[in-house]
T-cell receptor, first 115, second 117 residues
Framework: DGGITQSPKYLFRKEGQNVTLSCEQNLNHDAMYWYRQDPGQGLRLIYYSQIVNDFQKGDIAEGYSVSREKKESFPLTVTSAQKNPTAFYLC??????????????FGDGTRLSIL | AQTVTQSQPEMSVQEAETVTLSCTYDTSENNYYLFWYKQPPSRQMILVIRQEAYKQQNATENRFSVNFQKAAKSFSLKISDSQLGDTAMYFCAFMTGNAGNNRKLIWGLGTSLAVNP
């Protein structure tokens, strides 16, 4: 089955600790995205990547970092600089092609909480 | 900059009835895409329906249809014969159709829909 796999489903972070959220897709999609979802605030874009070895900051990139070494993988690191990391994190992917109707497909999400 | 507005934070409907969720957007572009996503209590984000701005015909997917008014920049979602499983948060989203490295989605804040038995 093709899809997007996020792990872990639940994650706890201690003060001053960096944690990494995994996102893997086998849809052969070029573009991948990370969103943060807080209650009442909808989805906010953290980082996105249109091709391998390239990524751009979204609207709320501070305190986060990403890498895109492989087409299938787009891990998100929540650093200790992110002072309010408690949220639901969603990873998405899409085809990146001119003139192509390209909805984003989502993983099941990771809920991150502070210990 | 593009914006998406969903003016109804919460709505409810009786099972088997019809409900319409509102969405308006602001853009100066002529070529773009619009989407409705559904997020049930399981938190999985599911694509419901999509519309290309260059198509005049309104998109339909079974019980879901849209009323796309390009001049008014309105993109409402109609759910017919509502079912209990339609209970979810519904998000409207906009994406530019222009070439380049910026094909990200612009999201509304969502409408929480409750279908009552």
């Amino acid at each position: 089955d093709g899809g997007i796999t996020q792990s872990p489903k639940y994650l706890f972070r201690k003060e001053g600790q960096n944690v990494t959220l995994s996102c893997e897709q086998n849809l052969n999609h070029d573009a991948m995205y990370w969103y943060r979802q807080d209650p009442g605030q909808g989805l906010r874009l953290i980082y996105y990547s249109q091709i391998v070895n390239d990524f751009q900051k979204g609207d709320i990139a501070e305190g986060y970092s990403v890498s895109r070494e492989k087409k299938e993988s787009f891990p998100l690191t929540v650093t200790s600089a992110q002072k309010n990391p408690t949220a639901f994190y969603l990873c998405a992917s899409s085809i990146n092609r001119e003139g192509f109707n390209q909805p984003q497909h989502f993983g099941d999400g990771t809920r991150l909480s502070i210990l | 900059a593009q914006t998406v507005t969903q003016s109804q934070p919460e709505m409810s409907v009786q099972e088997a009835e019809t409900v319409t969720l509102s969405c308006t957007y602001d853009t100066s572009e002529n070529n773009y895409y619009l989407f409705w996503y559904k997020q049930p209590p399981s938190r999985q984000m599911i694509l419901v329906i999509r519309q290309e701005a260059y198509k005049q015909q309104n998109a339909t997917e079974n019980r879901f249809s849209v009323n796309f008014q390009k001049a008014a920049k309105s993109f409402s979602l109609k759910i017919s014969d509502s079912q209990l499983g339609d209970t979810a948060m519904y998000f409207c989203a906009f994406m530019t159709g222009n070439a380049g490295n910026n094909r990200k989605l612009i999201w509304g804040l969502g409408t929480s829909l409750a279908v009552n038995p």
